[in-house]
């Protein structure tokens, strides 16, 4: 949200100014992300404090940096100026001004969506979406519809859909590492716990090429001509691309390794007689 607010010119905060336009000090302290130190409540009793706590209370452990001198002042001058009596008012202007200056800058960016699309981000549930829509308007591209007599090309588009796989692979996993004294033990191996992710998947798929038009079935007889050599050698932006259905031999010996995270998932339902062996 800092970086957004900062993009904003005086006209934006429209929201903001309407809370705190009343007095010129605090309209112009409100123009900016405020200071928090998030990771020293931890309890009702600590908004109870009637000053602000020490520079050091302020260290972000998300993003591991500590606060400079200047935004320090900041957030004393915001103190003073709105008079905090404790951290709970402090706590309370810092959510009022956080929750302003994100309705200005959205309402920033729904302006400018509408000026250079003419399309309201607001009518759709998700950016991709939007995003989808300003793509089909801005092209000009026409894109084939399936027809009954295609019903086979739409079952297979649809089938061909994946998603994430969401399920407790482990039910209990126990680190041993000396971040945690508490539970260290010397004696056993050392253990940790790592939470991986990737980002950008949204914005990555939609940077791919999608299919527009002339579908069709490769005959059968060209099978031979689609060896893997070839197949890798397909340029992401050529001309034609292809859709491959294929069957897979999964070795028994990758099982094991595979268990947790297994590649080619496949939404099905599992005969009664099939699931003995899940």
């Known amino acids: 949200l800092r970086s957004l607010v900062d993009l904003l010119t005086d006209s934006d905060f429209a929201h903001t100014k309407k809370v705190f336009g009343r007095n010129e000090e605090q309209f112009r302290a409100a123009k900016q992300k405020g200071f928090f130190p998030y990771d020293f409540i931890k309890s009702f009793d600590d908004l109870k404090l009637t000053r602000l706590p020490e520079k050091n209370h302020f260290y972000n452990k998300l993003t591991d940096e500590s606060i400079s001198d200047e935004n320090y002042n900041f957030a004393q001058h915001v103190w003073r100026i709105f008079n905090c009596k404790s951290m709970s008012d402090y706590m309370r202007i810092y959510c009022e001004i956080d929750t302003t200056t994100l309705a200005d800058v959205f309402c920033a960016f729904r302006k400018t969506c509408l000026q250079e699309y003419n399309l309201d981000p607001t009518l759709y549930i998700t950016l991709p979406g939007y995003a989808f829509d300003v793509m089909k308007k801005h092209t000009n591209l026409n894109i084939d ?104 031999e999964y070795s028994p010996s990758l099982h094991d390794t595979h268990n947790d995270l297994p590649f080619f998932p496949e939404k099905k339902s599992i005969p009664v007689n099939d699931q003995n062996e899940c």
């Open 145 to 248: 519809l399936f027809d009954e007599s295609e019903a086979t090309f739409y079952n297979f588009f649809e089938s061909a859909i994946r998603g994430g796989i969401t399920n407790t692979n482990v039910r209990y996993c126990k680190a041993n590492t000396n971040c945690v004294p508490d539970t260290y033990d010397a004696s056993k191996e050392p253990r940790c716990i790592s939470y991986i992710d990737k980002n950008s998947l949204y914005s990555f798929a939609m940077m791919q090429f999608l299919p527009s038009h002339n579908f069709f079935d490769v005959d059968k007889s060209d099978f031979g001509f689609f060896t893997p050599e070839y197949i890798s050698s397909i340029e992401d932006d050529a001309e034609i691309g292809y859709f491959f259905c294929i069957d897979v």
